[in-house]
Nanobody
Framework: VQLVESGGGMVQPGGSLRLSCAASGFTFSNYDMSWVRQAPGKGPEWVSAINTGGGSTYYADSVKGRFTISRDNAKNTLYLQMNSLKPEDTALYYC?????????WGQGTQVTVSS
């Protein structure tokens, strides 16, 4: 099983980034998927989730209206479009299988929002 995130980087406040997560080694289309982040010195924070077909999405209040989760089951890829980024969005972002419990995790991609 592999989950490989990409697309992180440094961006100014108000900017945008699109994260991707390439999945392999399991039947991606059978799993709800999530994004979870961890800021320096803090515990993990669930950010967003999407159901198997992509028709239902869920967001933490802290990102609602700014982030959009999506998936392409044909490409075994999960996405997170992040707009209107704030310094408090700075964290290591992980993709993970499942919605509330997570069997599989990626290695994370760093997002830094700073002027």
């Amino acid at each position: 099983v592999q989950l490989v995130e990409s697309g992180g980087g440094m961006v100014q406040p108000g900017g945008s980034l699109r994260l991707s997560c390439a999945a392999s080694g399991f039947t991606f289309s059978n799993y709800d998927m999530s994004w979870v982040r961890q800021a320096p010195g803090k515990g993990p924070e669930w950010v967003s989730a999407i159901n198997t077909g992509g028709g239902s999405t869920y967001y933490a209040d802290s990102v609602k209206g700014r982030f959009t989760i999506s998936r392409d089951n044909a490409k075994n890829t999960l996405y997170l479009q992040m707009n209107s980024l704030k310094p408090e969005d700075t964290a290591l972002y992980y993709c993970a299988s499942g919605r509330s419990s997570h069997d599989y995790w990626g290695q994370g991609t760093q997002v830094t929002v700073s002027s």
